[in-house]
C-alpha cells in the first residue's frame, strides 16, 4: 500500500504529521509540493487549503489534529491518544492549545527572518525545479506568505505575547503532571504537538530551523531565554529522546 506525505519542507505542522508518522512505525515518503500550487491537490483531495496531506492507501487526511484520530482508529498499536475520557480530553485541549500557539510562532517568526537568504534556502532548494529560479521567486513568496500569514512587525510582536503566555500556560500542566510527559506517562499527541509546533524557536538539529535561529538577534534572544526554562528544556530533550526522526524532512 503507498503511503504519501505531502508537504512544505519548512513547515511545523507537517513536521507533526511526520512525527506522528514516525511514531507509529509506519513507512511512507515524503513528498514537496510547492507552495500555493499546493493548494491544487489539497482543495481537491482534501477540501481543505493547507499541509500536511496525508494519502493512506485510498483514504486522503488533510489536517494533523484527524491525522492522529485516523492513525489511531487504524493502526492500534502505540496509541497517541489515551483511552481514558479524562485524559484524552486533556490530551485534545492541550494539543488545541499548542496548535493556536504554533500560528503565532509561525508569525513571529517571518516577522523577524522572512527577509533572510536562509529562509528562502529552506523553502526552495528542495525543488531541483524551483532552485534555480530562486532570485526570481523569493520576492512573490515573501509577499505571499505576508499576506497569507498576515505578517507585519505589530502583528508579529502581538504574536510573541501569545506565544509567552501559552508557554506560562503549557509549563504549568507539564509541571503538574511530573515534568516528563503532557498526559500521563507516556509520549503521546499532547508532547508531539506542544514539541512540533515550539520547535522552530529552538534551533534543533537536524530540523528545518536549525539554521534560522543564529541568523537574528531578536531571536536568539528569544532562544536563550526559553532553553533555560523547564518547557524549552522538554522540547530539547524530548527531541533528543523520542524524536528518531528519519531525516526527511526535505523530501523523499
Ligand atoms: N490545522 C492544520 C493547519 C496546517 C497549516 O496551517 N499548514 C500550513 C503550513 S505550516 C500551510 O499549509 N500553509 C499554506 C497555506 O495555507 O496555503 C493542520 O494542523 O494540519
Redesign the pocket.
Known sequence: MKRILYQ?PL????EKARWLLDFKDLEYSAKNLFPAAH?VLTLFKSQS????LVKDGKEWIG???ELAFYLDAKYTLRPLLPSDPVLRSKAVTIEDLA?KAGAHV?RWIYSQVLAEDEVMNVMLDYYSYAKPFKKQLAPIIRKGISQ?YNVTPQKGAASLVKIQQAIDELEIMLLANGGRYFVGDCLGLADITVASMFAPMLSIKATPWQTLTPSNVNMQAFYGQFINRPLGQWIVRIYQEERHARANWRGD
Open positions: 512544505l513547515s511545523h505542522d507537517c493548494r487549503s493547507t499541509v500536511p489536517d494533523s489534529t496548535d509561525r497569507l
